[in-house]
């Protein structure tokens, strides 16, 4: 008899009046001429094809997946580091404080609409273009930001520098899901997932102009471009299957006039090709639970990190009268915490080889959300623990300084959690379901900073902390939420391919054929 996997989402997958593999698939492209003529397409030479990007050596793997990573931690970089930089901008440019926040609001603006562009254009030309304009146009846009006669000025090249900057950002996740196999694909994505926070910290010294704190940035930027454009590597199977025809068509041209790639059979109308771009994204959350729930818990929590960014200064430089260097140190806790955030992940995903063995290569994206429940509990208590240790100058620093060490592991294993799961659910889909995400958590972001510090001037540290936390503690059921009823939800996407449910019914029907089978000797 036919062994069941052992996990209750099979339960699930048998309750699912349409078997998953007769669903139409609305996503394949279609032949149009092609389906006329005696085709084929193209494919790779077998199942060990040193040009498939998953038989890549792992060395290489490593080494793209931290180009990557290095992209992504220089523009999340990008969106933060000038807060410290606000006052002697509002000094220089005599504006008022609440101008002085659009600062970092008009970056995350800029968040908000590039992954229109971004990514879905990745699949449609690739990976790597998208990475190099990227990356270079938000190098180039440091220059009217350092550079600025005036606010406006500032504050457009702001917004075009967050509008490139976001490229990388809702690419890595894509990057990942192109290259590593399920097994490894867990530790990629925590890589990834902590460098988004890895960024806040400190430029800008007394004494120094805030213009330099653009110059260093330009700098830092300019290097991680050229690691881009040197060294990665096109990653999208499509793009990579259309190289490979294209370089068959130049050797043998008339063996391969009966060959096409499936990039080929996509319409390239304005429409057609502004419907997988801009409108993607918003079609995927119009008809994706799952996506439109994950993009709800993330841009809440996103926001409350852009809130206790803001806090952070309010704690240590007007009740303990740290100077900027200082307070710039007191952010590393972020980092501390979500470095300890992605080895708990790490610790907690050790059964993921066994499941891999157990679901045929293809377990439950739900799996990934262990060490989320664990972070979505102890979220709203380091909130609470920062903000009331915060609030009376009495308390040493080094207890709210301690709080963010904990702020960051939550925040950590939630978006490493649910990014993974993400790319799980989506795979070839996932930078535009990741672009869906980014463009709805930004603009949750870019609208707190504008209210953050009068809420808690109005309310105090310790009070519009307790509010801060009490959003999270309504959100800290939903990774348990997830893993119980995701798949679900997950049976009814249109762009998820939900391989670990189509498993589950083959199984259970096997399971059903042998029982209808007489007994031997009869």
Not at 279 to 297: N, Q, S
Request: hydrophobic share 45%; with cysteine.
């Amino acid at each position: 008899m036919a062994q069941l996997p052992v996990n209750h989402r099979s339960v699930y997958a048998s309750e699912s009046s349409t078997p998953r593999g007769s669903r139409p698939l609305s996503l394949l492209p279609t032949l149009s001429k092609h389906s006329e003529l005696n085709t084929s397409e193209i494919t790779w030479d077998g199942p060990e094809d040193p040009a498939n990007p998953k038989n890549w050596s792992v060395c290489r793997k490593w080494i793209i997946t931290f180009i990557t990573v290095l992209a992504t931690l220089n523009v999340t970089f990008a969106s933060s580091a000038p807060s410290f930089a606000t006052a002697a901008v509002r000094e220089a440019f005599r504006i008022s404080s609440e101008e002085s926040y659009l600062l970092t609001s008009v970056f995350l603006i800029g968040y908000v609409v590039g992954p229109l562009l971004w990514g879905p254009g990745s699949e449609i030309v690739g990976r790597r273009p998208i990475f190099v304009v990227t990356m270079s146009g938000h190098t180039m846009f440091y220059l009217g930001q350092a550079l600025a006669a005036n606010y406006q000025t500032l504050l457009i090249s702001r917004f075009c520098g967050g509008f490139f900057a976001v490229g990388p950002l809702v690419n890595a996740g894509g990057v990942i899901a192109d290259i590593w196999d399920i097994e490894t694909r867990g530790k990629a994505t925590s890589l990834f997932s902590a460098s988004v926070f890895l960024g806040p910290g400190s430029l800008i010294e007394a004494g120094v102009s805030w213009r330099w704190v653009f110059w260093m940035m330009m700098v830092f930027s300019s290097i991680s471009t050229g690691i881009v454009f040197f060294g990665l590597s096109e990653t999208y199977e499509p793009v990579l299957l259309l190289q490979k025809l294209k370089a068959r068509r130049n050797t043998d041209p008339i063996g391969t006039t009966h060959m096409y790639a499936p990039l080929e059979t996509n319409d390239w109308s304005p429409k057609a090709t502004i419907d997988r771009t801009v409108l993607r994204p918003f079609k995927m959350l119009a008809g994706e639970p799952i996506l439109v729930l994950v993009t709800f818990y993330l841009s809440v929590v996103y926001g409350v990190l852009y809130c206790l960014l803001e806090t952070i200064p309010i704690i240590f430089m007007e009740r303990r009268h740290f100077n900027l260097s200082q307070t710039g140190l007191v952010f590393t806790g972020l980092g501390v915490g979500t470095s300890l955030g992605a080895l708990l992940n790490h610790h907690m995903s050790r059964h993921y080889t066994a499941l891999i063995e157990t679901w045929r290569g293809f377990p439950p994206p739900e799996e990934r959300l262990l060490a989320t429940m664990i972070g979505g509990c102890l979220f709203p208590i380091a909130i609470l623990w920062l903000g009331w240790s915060g609030q009376y100058s009495s308390v040493p620093w080094y207890v709210p300084a301690l709080a963010t060490i904990f702020v960051g592991i939550g925040i950590s294993t939630i978006f490493i959690g649910f990014l993974s799961y993400l790319v799980d659910t989506y795979l070839i889909h996932s930078a535009t379901a990741l672009a869906a995400n980014t463009l709805c958590r930004s603009l949750m972001a870019a609208g707190f900073p504008l209210f953050t510090v009068q809420l808690f001037h109005k309310l105090g540290i310790h009070w519009a902390s307790t509010v801060l936390a009490g959003v999270g503690v309504l959100l800290a059921p939903s990774p348990f939420l997830f893993y119980k009823y995701g798949p679900r939800i997950r049976v009814r996407s249109k762009f998820a391919p939900c391989k670990d449910l189509e498993i589950s019914a083959t199984v259970i029907n096997a399971c059903k054929d042998d029982e209808k089978q007489p007994p031997l000797g009869n």
